[in-house]
C-alpha cells in the first residue's frame, strides 16, 4: 500500500515537474508550503536532475522553488492569522499536521521572533509549519515574504544540486547504475518503513492530543 502511494507521489511530481517545467517546481513547492505533506526532498532533487540534462538551469530552479514557497506560506500564515490554532487543529489532523509540531514552530517563533521565519526555512519540519506562528503574530507581510524567499532559496538551491551532482554520476558512471540496481529492494524497504514511520507518528500524535 505504501509502496503504491510513494510510486504515486514520485509519479506526480514528476509529471507536474516534466510537463510544467519552472512553473511546475513553484507549484508542487507552494503545495509543501501549504502544509500538504508533499515532501520537498522529492521535489527539488528531481529539479536538480534535470539540471544535469541540460532541462533546467541550477539556480532558475532554485528560485523557481523559492518562489513556490513564498506562494504556499502565504496560505498557513492566513490560516494563522485569521482563524489561530482552533482552526489548525481541528483540520490539520486531515493533512498529519499533529499539536506537535505546532508546538514546535510555536516555541521557535517565540524564541527568535520574525527572525525565526529565515532561520526555519533551514530546519527540517520547523520549516513546513513556521509561517503559522508569523500569522498569529500577524508580521508584517513584506519581511515575512522577504525572510521566507531568502530562507528558502539556499534550501532549494541545496536539494537541486544533490540532485543535479547525483544526475551527473548517473550519465556518467555505470558503477553506479549497477551500484543503484542491486540495491533497489533494499533503498524501497527503507523508504517504505521510513514513510510508515512517519505517518505512523503523526497519526499516534494527532489521536494522543485529542484524548
Same mark, same amino acid.
Given at each position: 500500500?505504501?509502496? +503504491? @502511494?510513494?510510486?504515486?507521489?514520485?509519479?506526480?511530481? @514528476?509529471?507536474?515537474?516534466?510537463?510544467?517545467?519552472?512553473?511546475? =517546481?513553484a507549484?508542487?513547492?507552494?503545495?509543501?508550503?501549504? &502544509?500538504?505533506?508533499?515532501?520537498?526532498?522529492?521535489?527539488?532533487?528531481?529539479a536538480?536532475?534535470?539540471v544535469?540534462?541540460? !532541462?533546467?538551469?541550477?539556480?532558475?530552479?532554485?528560485?523557481?522553488?523559492? @518562489?513556490? &514557497? /513564498?506562494?504556499?506560506?502565504?496560505?498557513?500564515?492566513?490560516?494563522g +492569522?485569521?482563524?489561530?490554532?482552533?482552526?489548525?487543529?481541528?483540520?490539520? $489532523?486531515?493533512? *498529519?499536521?499533529g499539536?506537535?509540531?505546532?508546538?514546535?514552530?510555536?516555541?521557535?517563533? $517565540?524564541?527568535?521572533?520574525?527572525?525565526?521565519?529565515?532561520?526555519?526555512?533551514?530546519?527540517?519540519? =520547523? $520549516?513546513?509549519? =513556521?509561517?503559522?506562528?508569523?500569522?498569529?503574530?500577524?508580521?508584517? *507581510?513584506i519581511?515575512?515574504?522577504?525572510?521566507?524567499?531568502?530562507?528558502?532559496?539556499?534550501?532549494?538551491?541545496?536539494?537541486?544540486?544533490?540532485?543535479?551532482?547525483?544526475?551527473? +554520476?548517473? /550519465?556518467?558512471?555505470?558503477?553506479? +547504475?549497477?551500484?543503484?540496481?542491486?540495491?533497489?529492494?533494499?533503498?524501497?524497504?527503507?523508504?517504505?518503513?521510513?514513510?510508515s *514511520?512517519?505517518?505512523?507518528?503523526?497519526? !499516534?500524535?494527532?489521536?494522543? /492530543?485529542?484524548?
Amino acid at each position: 500500500m505504501v509502496e +503504491k @502511494i510513494l510510486g504515486t507521489l514520485a509519479a506526480f511530481v @514528476i509529471a507536474v515537474i516534466s510537463g510544467g517545467g519552472y512553473l511546475g =517546481i513553484a507549484l508542487l513547492m507552494a503545495i509543501e508550503s501549504a &502544509c500538504i505533506p508533499l515532501p520537498s526532498e522529492l521535489i527539488m532533487p528531481f529539479a536538480g536532475y534535470l539540471v544535469s540534462t541540460g !532541462r533546467f538551469d541550477l539556480f532558475l530552479a532554485a528560485t523557481a522553488g523559492a @518562489i513556490g &514557497c /513564498n506562494l504556499g506560506s502565504i496560505v498557513a500564515y492566513e490560516v494563522g +492569522k485569521r482563524g489561530g490554532r482552533p482552526v489548525a487543529e481541528r483540520w490539520g $489532523r486531515y493533512l *498529519l499536521i499533529g499539536a506537535d509540531e505546532l508546538d514546535a514552530a510555536d516555541r521557535f517563533f $517565540r524564541r527568535w521572533g520574525p527572525a525565526a521565519v529565515l532561520i526555519g526555512r533551514l530546519l527540517p519540519v =520547523i $520549516r513546513t509549519f =513556521i509561517a503559522f506562528p508569523a500569522g498569529v503574530a500577524r508580521m508584517p *507581510l513584506i519581511p515575512f515574504h522577504l525572510y521566507t524567499f531568502i530562507g528558502s532559496w539556499p534550501f532549494c538551491l541545496g536539494l537541486a544540486w544533490v540532485g543535479m551532482t547525483l544526475g551527473d +554520476k548517473w /550519465n556518467s558512471d555505470p558503477r553506479l +547504475k549497477a551500484a543503484f540496481h542491486q540495491a533497489d529492494l533494499a533503498i524501497g524497504l527503507v523508504l517504505v518503513a521510513a514513510v510508515s *514511520l512517519y505517518v505512523w507518528h503523526r497519526v !499516534r500524535g494527532i489521536r494522543r /492530543n485529542r484524548a
